[in-house]
């Protein structure tokens, strides 16, 4: 991949061999991907050293229709799969791009955990709700009452507030915006992913097919009418603060930043005790 950004728009960033795409009409997630690859431009990170990783699902589609280093691995996994090419390559810059149900739900304990241990990484995860690809059942993130494929007379069990749990697991940045706050989401995006250590960004998206004929938001129009007019920017907000109910305010801005030591500036400094340099066998110079 040409890593010269003069040279490259966000047409160029997309495999047209793989359009037109499966996303529905009215899916929030091509405002997502086009945010995101805005952002990347905008980011001027060398193109050549950036990977993309995504697991199963509506959003998982995304690492296969980007022209970058991607991969599309199985359900749940993007995180620890991301892992491993982060410490296998430190240069990288590895961006996970995965939906609600991917990352918090199978994928939910390799979440809190990359969180916790705070792997140079950044996370987009699309949030709409719901599992949209495989029928529309109710998810970790559902709001209390909802109804879906799974709970047609509404959701009873209480959701994840994702930027609490994320931010409680110890990520260094955390926000949320919609895909009605394009630009704003741009922005967010360029600042987590120039953040040192586990940055995060949460983007509530319609999916009018699954989630919203089922809870009067029958479009995606409708829904992102409802982004607007419900949308409350509160930047710096307490994250156990922000959680959504349904068709309730949704509280978008950012949450966290703050800079703690990346699980790698931590294992290279126990490295340097288990092995400190008087302890390395010497070079023996050549005798003249």
């Known amino acids: 991949m040409n890593g010269n950004h003069e040279e490259v ?5 997309l495999r047209a061999d793989r359009i037109p795409h499966i996303w529905c009409p009215g899916c929030g997630l091509g405002s997502v991907l086009r945010s995101f690859l805005s952002a990347l431009i905008k980011s001027e990170l060398p193109l050549d050293k950036v990977a993309v990783v995504s697991g199963i699902g509506c959003t998982g589609r995304t690492a296969g229709y980007v022209k970058l280093d991607s991969f599309h691995t199985t359900h749940g996994r993007a ?77 009873y069990e209480i959701p994840f507030n994702i930027p609490y749990l994320i ?59 409802y982004y607007r007019d419900n949308s409350i920017i509160n930047h710096g907000a307490d994250p156990r603060d922000v959680g959504i109910e349904l068709n309730g305010p949704i509280n978008v801005g ?16 126990i490295l340097d005790k288990a092995f400190p340099p008087e302890s390395k066998p010497q070079t023996e110079t050549t005798r003249t």
């Open 167 to 225: 931010a409680a697991a110890g990520a260094v940045y955390v926000s949320r915006w919609t895909a009605m706050h394009v630009r704003r989401l741009e922005k967010s995006i360029i600042e987590a992913i120039h953040k040192k250590g586990f940055s995060f960004v949460e983007a509530i998206a319609p999916c009018p097919t699954q989630y919203g004929r089922k809870n009067r938001q029958a479009t995606g129009l409708t829904q992102m009418n």
């Open 9 to 13: 728009n966000i047409e160029g960033l």
């Open 254 to 269: 950012k949450f966290v930043d703050i800079d703690r030591a990346t699980f790698s500036d931590l294992q290279a400094d």
């Open 79 to 155: 995180i620890p799969f991301a892992t491993g090419l982060k410490l296998a390559n430190p240069e990288l810059k590895v961006i996970v791009f995965s939906g609600d149900g991917d990352l918090s739900s199978i994928g939910g304990n390799h979440l809190i955990h990359a969180a916790r241990r705070n792997m140079d990484m950044t996370i987009i995860c699309v949030n709409n709700f719901t599992y949209g690809m495989t029928g529309g059942q109710a998810a970790p993130t559902t709001p209390l009452n909802a109804r879906t494929s799974t709970t047609p007379y509404g959701n």
